[in-house]
Structure formats: C-alpha cells, structure tokens
C-alpha cells in the first residue's frame, strides 16, 4: 500500500486537499522492471492525475457525496496504465479531504451546520406532525364511539317509548272496554 496526500480542485472552485491510500500489488516483476525505473512515483502521479481530472469534473456537493465512486473510477477506469506496469491497483480510498481555503472551510462548517439544523427541525416538525395525526386519529375514533352512542341510546329510548305507548294504550283500551260495559249504547 501506499499513502497520499495532494490538492485538487472541484467544478465550482473549491480547493481540498485529500488524504488516502492505494492498494496495489506487483503482478509481473519483469515487465515492472521493464516499462518504469520507478513504479511507485509512476503509479503515484498517474492516479493523482485521474483523480484530479475526475475531481474537477463535479462540484463540492456532488464530491461529497460521491468521493467514493470517484476514487474507485480513478483507478477502475485506467487499468491498461496499471497492466502495462506489471501491477494492479486493488483500491484507491480517500481517508479524509477537507478545504485548504480556511475562509471556504469555515464556510462550509457553517452550511453543514445549517443543513444538520435544518435537519433536525425537519426531524422534530415530523415527529410534531406524527403525534398530532395520532391524536387526529384518537379523536376521529372518539367521535365515531360517541356517535355510535348517541345512536345507541336513541334506539333505546325509541325502544323504551314504544313499550311505554303501548302500555298507555293497553290501558286506554282497557279503560274503553270498561266504559262500555258500564255505559249502555243507546
């Protein structure tokens, strides 16, 4: 392996300085002897090269996000170099980066803490929002009990006035009965 350390620059201007290492192995001591009198100092200078190129193609949100994938195609992509050296490149990782400018670095610190803020109140507005849709939901279920209720008790009390009319008929026709009986037809 091999460590690193060079500056690049993104798309939209923003100097870092990136740390990391190769991986790589001799794969054909001849051939290696052959093509270069110095392998690492090739390897080297090749991959920071590709890196750079690969590096100045994006903007600083886009390296963030993606430093991976671009270390990986910095060496993936460029394998004959590596072949016709005689060695192979495993991987390429970039450790850490951070901005050489201290002026963009703290301006950067302020738009990650910003965003990570953002974050947070986004976080708590959903959590708010969760609890208040739960409560929504508990008193729509409330409501339609309460309903339930109400129709329930109306029913009863229909029930209730029917037998009672009944009852007050039963004894208005026993009442009438009775009159007859005592009151002759004329």
Known sequence: FMSFEFNCRTSDNVELILEGTFFWQVV???????????TTG???????SRFIQLVSQVNLQKFMNEFNEIARRAHADDDAFYK??????????VTSFRCADQRTADILEHIVQETTNRMNRLSQQESENEVKMHKLQGDIEEAKANKELIEIKNKNA??????????????????????KEEIPSA
């Open 28 to 38: 054909d001591v001849p051939l290696m002897v052959q093509s270069t009198g110095d």
């Open 42 to 48: 090739d390897i080297c200078a090749h991959a920071r």
């Open 84 to 93: 016709q050296r005689g060695v192979t490149i495993h991987s390429l990782e």
């Open 158 to 179: 229909q029930e209730l006035a029917e037998v009672d009319g009944v009852a007050e008929a039963k004894k208005v026709l026993a009442f009438m009965e009775t009159l």
